[in-house]
């Protein structure tokens, strides 16, 4: 196999890790009652210790998407992420998707995990990433209040077409966007063309379902395209001792499924890649694309979004 630094074309991937406990995630969430969620056993900082120490291993650091709610709950983990060198963003404050709420709850979402997280972190929080990737086509005015609550990039676009989520369509190397507010970087997920076909290949169940092949080689062609991937992963994708909430079979696959999976593919994957935190391809100038109007966004199937 060739060396990390033979292969990757010069470009640094991104890690990075959706923090949040198991039963706030999207598959279980029309399973558990928030009124619940006080009440459920926590096993959200064990996860992170474990992801931390694979990460130190490999030298890396990562990007951190942080709920508020936690950030309330266990401020002393993301204190030590932030202590540990690795970049804290917002995964917003309760991880409600952005297609439910209107543009003021929007907003109280992302202005108060921004403050929370910052106060905990003493960091600048530059990043947001919608939960479930849940800022769909129609859905662009969420960027523009980003933009106005002071965020410098998103990561929720998916550009892939999915039930209940995805931007289809959407560009799929990092890239400026010019929202009606200003500026934003928008760092989608990393994606794999099959013929006609655009595989979200960026992480989660994926990463655990599909082959690993699969992973490497969105990213593999992400770097002959000189673009940077964008990884995820969540903590609870790490805990195989996690209790079961009764749910019905797909539900069960796509939530607990290969949880055995995850552990020795992180460190394939971080064996064979080089991964930084997104702010850390902003710090150097970001990355290189073309800034492209949301409207004028390359569709799949032309220019240079559609290469490989
Ligand atoms: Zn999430």
Do not use: C
Not at 7 to 16: A, K, L, R
Not at 47 to 64: G, K, M, P, Y
Not at 154 to 182: E, K
Not at 280 to 300: F, I, K, M, N, Y
């Amino acid at each position: 196999m060739p060396s990390v630094s033979e292969s990757s074309n010069g470009v640094t991937h991104h890690f990075t890790v959706d923090v949040e406990e198991s039963f706030h995630a999207s598959a279980l969430e029309s399973f558990v009652d928030r009124a619940d969620w006080e009440t459920l056993p926590s096993r959200v900082e064990g996860a992170v210790r474990q992801l931390v120490d694979l990460l130190a291993e490999h030298r890396t650091r990562a990007t951190f998407f942080v709920l508020g709610w936690l950030a309330e709950r266990r401020p002393q983990m993301v204190r030590d992420l932030a202590a540990q060198g690795h970049e804290i963003a917002s995964h917003g404050l309760d991880h409600k998707r952005v297609t439910q709420m209107g543009a003021e709850e929007f907003r109280l979402s992302v202005r108060d995990s921004k403050r929370q997280l910052e106060d905990v972190s003493g960091q600048a929080v530059l990043g947001y990433r919608a939960p479930s990737f849940s800022i769909v086509r129609g859905g662009e005015w969420a960027l523009d209040v980003l933009v106005e609550e002071g965020y410098v990039y998103d990561s929720s676009l998916y550009p892939v077409r999915r039930p209940g989520y995805g931007f289809a369509g959407g560009h799929r190397d990092p890239h400026l966007i010019q929202t009606a507010a200003g500026p934003l970087h928008e760092f989608p997920p990393t994606t794999l063309r099959a013929g006609p076909a655009i595989l979200p290949v960026g992480g989660g169940a994926y990463f655990r379902h599909l082959p690993f092949g699969f992973v490497g080689s969105g990213l593999e062609a992400a770097q002959r395209r000189g673009a940077p991937g964008t990884f995820y992963i969540h903590p609870w994708e790490l805990d195989r001792d996690q209790p079961h909430i009764d749910v019905p079979f797909l539900t069960r696959m796509r939530h607990y499924g290969h949880i055995d999976r995850t552990v020795p593919r992180l460190r394939r994957l971080l064996s064979r890649f080089r991964f930084q935190p997104i702010a850390a391809t902003l710090e150097r100038g970001g990355p290189a694309a073309d800034s492209v109007g949301l409207s004028a966004a390359p569709s799949v199937g032309s220019g240079k979004a559609a290469r490989s």
